[in-house]
C-alpha cells in the first residue's frame, strides 16, 4: 500500500517538473510588458488592435511587408521587441510575410491554438503576449519551419 502512494507521489512530482520546465508556455504574468485591454486600444489601430490583442487575421497580401526586400529587423508593433530578421525572409507565396526561424531566444513564444479544431501552433510576442501569426512545419530548411506572420503586427527598423 505504502509503496503505491511512493509511487504515485512520485509520479505527480515528475508531471509537476516536466510542466515548470516546459518552455514557450503562455504565462500571462512573465510577460516584460504588460498593459490594460484600454491603453492598448490607445496604442494601436483598430485593425492593429484586432490582429495583436484580439489574435485576428489580416487579409492576405494586404500587408505592407509581404514583398518587403530591404535589410534590417523586424520588430514588434506594440513593443518593439526585436523579432526576425530579414535575412530569415523568404517568399511562400501565402499573402504574409514569411519566415524560417525568430530573431532571437528572446522573440517569441510559441503556443498550441486548438481554435476552429485545428491544431495549430500560435505565434506570439516574448516580451508583451501580443499575437503574431502561426507557424507550419512546411517551411525552408535550414529549419523546415515557415512563420507565417501579420504585417500589422510589425515595425520594421532598417540596418545601416
Ligand atoms: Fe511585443
Not at 7 to 34: D, P, R
Not at 55 to 79: H, L
Not at 121 to 148: A, I, M, N, Q
Amino acid at each position: 500500500m505504502k509503496i503505491n502512494r511512493i509511487i504515485t507521489l512520485l509520479f505527480f512530482l515528475i508531471s509537476v517538473g516536466s510542466c515548470a520546465q516546459e518552455k514557450n508556455t503562455k504565462n500571462e504574468t512573465s510577460y516584460q510588458v504588460i498593459k490594460t485591454e484600454e491603453e492598448w486600444k490607445e496604442q494601436l489601430t483598430e485593425l492593429e488592435y484586432e490582429v495583436l490583442r484580439e489574435e485576428g487575421t489580416e487579409r492576405a497580401f494586404s500587408g505592407k511587408y509581404v514583398d518587403w526586400k530591404k535589410k534590417g529587423t523586424f520588430v514588434c508593433k506594440a513593443c518593439g521587441n526585436p523579432l526576425f530578421s530579414s535575412e530569415t525572409k523568404f517568399k511562400s507565396g501565402t499573402g504574409w510575410p514569411s519566415f524560417y526561424t525568430y530573431k532571437n531566444d528572446n522573440s517569441v513564444l510559441e503556443v498550441p491554438d486548438n481554435k476552429y479544431g485545428w491544431n495549430r501552433v500560435e505565434v506570439e510576442c516574448k516580451k508583451c503576449g501580443s499575437h503574431l501569426g502561426h507557424v507550419f512545419e512546411d517551411g525552408p530548411k535550414p529549419t523546415g519551419l515557415r512563420y507565417c506572420i501579420n504585417s500589422v503586427s510589425l515595425d520594421f527598423v532598417e540596418e545601416d
